[in-house]
């Protein structure tokens, strides 16, 4: 996992860009043999409940959200090589470890400029930004994010 090792904020994360949604959650009052969901609605005589196992895919994936999709069809096809290199080595946090061997391998140029250019569209288009070291950068959660929750990196 690539250590953030700065003391700056992620740029874009701020509250504006997050809408949480609850989820229905059973609670039970032991005293009074009764349960009661997130509404309200009370269900007594209550022994006891079962809730089934929540199912999840295991196989890694990354989360590409509609912001990040129109950014994508704006690209040229540099910058959108250089961002599929980023997607592929983020890890489960806000920042990008940038290696320029494994970029040039990863695209298939053998002239570093036209990385280096892409990374300064990526930059100029609010996908990415610098931290103050050298070679991490923001990856913007609003368009791509790996991980189950991202209002995580918000508290």
């Excluded at 609850?22 to 009074?32: F, G, S, V, Y």
């Excluded at 209550?46 to 690209?75: C, H, N």
Aim: aromatic residues 12%; proline residues 4%; charged residues 30%.
């Amino acid at each position: 996992m690539a250590q953030r090792g700065t003391e700056l904020p992620n740029p874009f994360i701020s509250s504006d860009n997050f809408k949480p949604k609850t989820k229905r959650k059973i609670n039970r009052n032991k005293a009074l043999s009764e349960v009661y969901d997130s509404d309200g609605v009370v269900h007594s005589g209550v022994i006891g409940f079962e809730m089934l196992p929540e199912l999840y895919d295991a196989q890694r994936f990354t989360k590409v959200y509609k912001q990040g999709w129109s950014i994508m069809s704006e690209l040229s096809s540099s910058a959108l090589r250089v961002l599929l290199y980023f997607i592929s080595v983020m890890d489960y946090c806000d920042t990008v470890e940038f290696d320029i061997r494994k970029c040039t391998k990863f695209t298939g140029y053998k002239d570093k400029s036209h990385i280096y250019k892409a990374i300064k569209e990526l930059k100029d288009k609010s996908v990415i930004a610098e931290t103050d070291s050298p070679r991490l950068y923001f990856l913007n959660p609003t368009m791509f994010f790996l991980g189950k929750d991202r209002l995580k990196l918000i508290k």
